[in-house]
């Protein structure tokens, strides 16, 4: 039987589903580390869905180890890893308890932690003691009925936290939490492909929906429907109705080719470059940088991207007004800084809002490494984007008026 302590919710009879989305969303650290590495899956049973997808996030030069759930045999769980066939058997091996775990790079916790916050700071401490230096623990707690070990996941967050998500189609709903209990080199980042974001709905292989934009078409379809129940005899809910698609369409979010060239920037979004211009800017230190603004129109995709690989440092809003943000005074607008520190000096790129964008997302905390191209972000309606780049280490490779492409465009490459 595993060590790992069994942390449950009063009342409930086992524990809590972890569904195809979720179980993804656990296991992406793994499946974004591109060097051979160490994981550990703890809490496994052959019907998990974290198993199965830990498994097909491995790569060749991978090992795991999996711990199995209190209520499943080693026995049993050795066979079901043995009927994968021979290139699973040979990299995942299957332990009786967590005591004869090695550190490893990822660390998963199988089950959703639930109950006190006690509890769930004695599982925390149970697993933290098999991450390697830097490594990545990963974690899920329903969103209902388990405020004590959401409070204790929420300030180990604080503390260490490199991102968490929402997940509201799986049943319970969960949030996945991502901790690190060491710092992490920014040069790790390079090393990383994208990661996986459960912020968006697949639509086919290479077209998702952001979060934000189903729940958008989500409230169109709302006022449709009251405006039919309520005047049954006016077409105005046709208004709504007809809105949804194209306020879905706003907030799409492709898959794209990122450059594998390391020295390649890329651009943070689609849209019009406006300018390439060398200036100083005290608020990320006294060397001169080369800025690159990208105007994003209302048919632009609005999704940001990272244009390098770094860890995000600093992230703060500097206040403003909302003029067009294709005229000079947008440099007033309100905007948001993620700052990151990279090999090649500080990065940072700046969310602009415009004259009817009003609402900036940021999803990488403070601490976050972020894989070039990965989506960090996005702003709402129409907008700016601007990267920052240290001007005598980077060569600009586009002019004003060029497209770009965010996450596949090359705007300018390291010297």
């Known amino acids: ?20 989305r979720a179980a993804r969303t656990l296991v992406s650290e ?9 994981a550990l899956l703890v809490g496994a049973a052959p019907e998990s869905a974290v198993l199965a997808a830990a498994i097909e996030a491995m790569l060749p030069g991978d090992t795991l180890t999996v711990v199995p759930a209190e209520r499943v045999s080693a026995t049993a769980l050795r066979e079901h890893v043995s ?54 623990l990963s974690v899920a707690t329903p969103v209902a009925r388990t405020a004590g070990a959401a409070a204790e996941l929420d300030r180990q967050g604080a503390l260490h936290g490199v991102g968490e998500d929402l997940l509201l189609r799986n049943s319970p709903p969960v949030r996945v939490y991502r901790l690190r209990f060491a710092p992490a080199d920014a040069a790790c980042a390079e090393r990383l492909a994208p990661a996986y974001r459960p912020s968006s709905v697949p639509l086919s292989r290479d077209m998702h929906i952001d979060s934000n934009g ?5 409230i169109a379809l709302g006022l449709a429907a009251l405006a039919r129940l309520t005047r049954p005899k006016s077409k105005i809910w ?3 109705a007809l809105a949804a698609a194209p306020v879905a369409a706003f907030f799409r979010d492709p898959e794209r080719d990122v450059p594998e060239d390391p020295s390649a920037v890329v651009a943070a979004a689609d849209g019009r470059v406006l300018s390439v211009q060398r200036l100083h800017d005290e608020r990320f230190g006294d060397g001169e940088f080369l800025r690159i603004a990208v105007f994003l129109s209302v048919l632009d995709v609005h999704v940001n991207r990272s244009p390098v690989a770094g860890k995000v440092v600093d992230y703060f809003v500097a206040d403003g007004g909302f003029v067009n943000a294709m005229k000079p005074d ?13 090999t090649r000096g500080a990065v940072v790129v700046a969310q602009r809002t415009g004259l009817i964008a009003r609402r900036i997302v940021q999803r990488a905390p403070i601490g976050t490494l972020l894989a070039r191209g990965e989506r960090f972000g996005l702003i709402r309606f129409g907008s700016r984007t601007d990267v920052y780049l240290p001007a005598d280490a980077a060569e600009p490779l586009v002019g004003p008026n060029d497209k770009v492409i965010g996450g596949a465009s090359v705007i300018a490459r390291w010297r």
């Open 330 to 342: 947008a440099e007033h607008n309100v905007a948001a800084y993620t700052v990151l520190d990279t």
């Open 238 to 240: 046709l208004l709504p």
């Open 83 to 136: 009927a994968q066939g021979r290139w699973v058997a040979d990299r995942v091996r299957v332990v009786d308890a967590l005591a004869e775990a090695e550190p490893a790079a990822v660390v998963i916790a199988a089950e959703a932690l639930t109950g006190t916050a006690d509890e769930a700071r004695l599982a925390i401490d149970a697993l933290t003691k098999y991450l390697a230096v830097g490594a990545v």
């Open 30 to 38: 793994l499946a974004r580390i591109n060097d051979p590495k160490v």
């Open 1 to 20: 039987m595993t060590q790992f302590p069994a942390v449950r919710t009063p009342g409930r009879s086992g524990p809590v589903r972890l569904g195809e």
């Open 214 to 218: 189903v729940a958008a078409a989500g």
